[in-house]
DNA sequence: GTCTATACTGTGATAGAC
DNA sequence: GTCTATCACAGTATAGAC
């Protein structure tokens, strides 16, 4: 159901929480905007936390899952790898019908809680690390452990940031994202 | 005075800020880890957000000075200039006495109120995508305006990321920092 | 599954003594 | 400028009818 309750609910939260934050954003300011009145809110989920993390892991989800997968990929240069999972997290990001937004980088999502989400983007993170690793060793640099996970921080970074980008701009097209974040990222690995 | 009851209020509450975002921190959390009690903070600040004003007042004042002035310098290489600027930035972000991180990336920053922060922020923007786009102009690539507003988005977005990357890596050192950030910057503008 | 009514708690802020 | 005491309100969550 695509306009069920619970997804008119989801819709508002991701709105609300992007905008405002987590803690500064009100179940009576959800409820209103998913049209309901607040205590229904809890005919769907049990606590306000539970909405976040669904948002977090309904968006973390699919870019761990495909940046596992690539990582693993052998027999294909890690350079396209890279490629295709920008390509597909980055459009996650503007295609998804949320605008799931800045949610991974909200500071109560650090604070406890949100464990779960938290290890999905450190598996993510992960990805990305390793994909980096192999475009530099492809380059002839192999990188020392240190060294990559500071160049790595960087990359996942400009990830991550497409979000805020993308907020401040909403205009910002998906294709420019796609390409630009792309460019720069390998440019940032010496490509 | 460095130890005066406010410098600790402040330095407690960017602590605070930087971690659980400012809705999420409450008066009292503030007051506690600045050994003092809740209502003695209001005879240093009137309200709350006043704190967290002061706050991102401090923060983003150097940069922006250095930043407009870099910016109108003319007889230098864009590039040289550019790369001073991010010295200066990230040197205020990791030895300013407070850790203001993620401050000036707080949703609640964004919300109304604190206006004249993001007014700073703002002119800080357009200081970096002025010195980018001259470091195009340089390089053979002037820019077009929509092309320059997407790239620098980019070069701003790195630049702010290293309050996350320091606080998810407490160990980060500034010189690796400045360096590992420089270089992706110059290497996003094609240097 | 939505509503009205309401309980309970935490929070920002003030009053006034020292 | 710090404290104790306290207020007023906002916010989450529950109860129970429809």
Redesign the pocket.
Known sequence: MIN???D??LQAAAELFAANGF?????????ERA????????????????ILRELLLETLRPGVERGEALAAETGRPARDRLTELLDFDIRVLFTGRRSVAVLGVLPEVRAGQFAEAHQLRERLRDAYAGLSREVLTELGHPPGDEYLKRIAGIVFAVVESISLRRYEDPDLDVEDAVRDTTTAILRILGA
């Open positions: 069920s309750g619970r008119r609910i803690t500064a954003t009100t179940t009576r300011d959800i409820a049209g309901i009145k607040q205590p229904s809110l809890y005919a769907h989920f049990k606590v306000k936390s539970d």
